[in-house]
T-cell receptor, first 112, second 116 residues
Framework: EADIYQTPRYLVIGTGKKITLECSQTMGHDKMYWYQQDPGMELHLIHYSYGVNSTEKGDLSSESTVSRIRTEHFPLTLESARPSHTSQYLC???????????FGPGTRLTVL | GENVEQHPSTLSVQEGDSAVIKCTYSDSASNYFPWYKQELGKRPQLIIDIRSNVGEKKDQRIAVTLNKTAKHFSLHITETQPEDSAVYFCAARLRGSTSGTYKYIFGTGTRLKVLA
């Protein structure tokens, strides 16, 4: 079944650790996005990509990096996790011409 | 800068009544406006959307209206039911930094509670 998958679903780590959040989609979409969302609050765009080897920064991009080596895969890396990074991270994708965004189930990150 | 304002932040209605949520966007180049519903602990899901060449769109109990001049769009839910209780987000699609790319700016969300 076509869907968006995120791993891990839950992660608790210590300050200073480097972590990578995985996102994969089997929907054949070209555009992919990462958002940060505190529970019930607005979504903040971190990074987005419109195709392989093409990425753009969002509003909260300064403390993370992304890569897009394969169309279906869009991992997000925090180089040095801090307690302020504690949040939920949502991955999303759309078709090339935009329109409806489909969201993954999210990764809930806690940094101690 | 680019932003989307959403009001109210919380809304309580009696079952069967109507609910209206309003959003205002800043970028006049925005041309696509989706609405997402997010239930507790779940991912956002699209419930309705509208493009800038249309003034109104309806899908059963849900409708969206767009006023391009005022840069304003609204979600209308009629005959509300307890299962409509959730957080609703509006969004506006903007052009990205590179030609052919798009990004989405979300509103701050409205927590709707339908009282049985």
């Amino acid at each position: 079944e076509a869907d968006i998958y995120q791993t891990p679903r839950y992660l608790v780590i210590g300050t200073g650790k480097k972590i990578t959040l995985e996102c994969s989609q089997t929907m054949g979409h070209d555009k992919m996005y990462w958002y940060q969302q505190d529970p019930g609050m607005e979504l903040h765009l971190i990074h987005y990509s419109y195709g392989v080897n093409s990425t753009e920064k969002g509003d909260l991009s300064s403390e993370s990096t992304v890569s897009r080596i394969r169309t279906e895969h869009f991992p997000l890396t925090l180089e040095s996790a801090r307690p302020s990074h504690t949040s939920q991270y949502l991955c999303a994708s759309t078709r090339l011409r935009g329109g409806e965004q489909f969201f993954g189930p999210g990764t809930r990150l806690t940094v101690l | 800068g680019e932003n989307v304002e959403q009001h109210p932040s919380t809304l309580s209605v009696q079952e069967g009544d109507s609910a209206v949520i309003k959003c205002t966007y800043s970028d006049s180049a925005s041309n696509y406006f989706p609405w997402y519903k997010q239930e507790l602990g779940k991912r956002p899901q699209l419930i309705i959307d509208i493009r800038s060449n249309v003034g109104e769109k309806k899908d059963q109990r849900i409708a969206v209206t767009l006023n391009k001049t005022a840069k304003h769009f609204s979600l209308h839910i009629t005959e509300t039911q307890p299962e409509d209780s959730a957080v609703y987000f509006c969004a506006a699609r903007l052009r990205g930094s590179t030609s052919g790319t798009y990004k989405y700016i979300f509103g701050t969300g409205t927590r709707l509670k339908v009282l049985a």
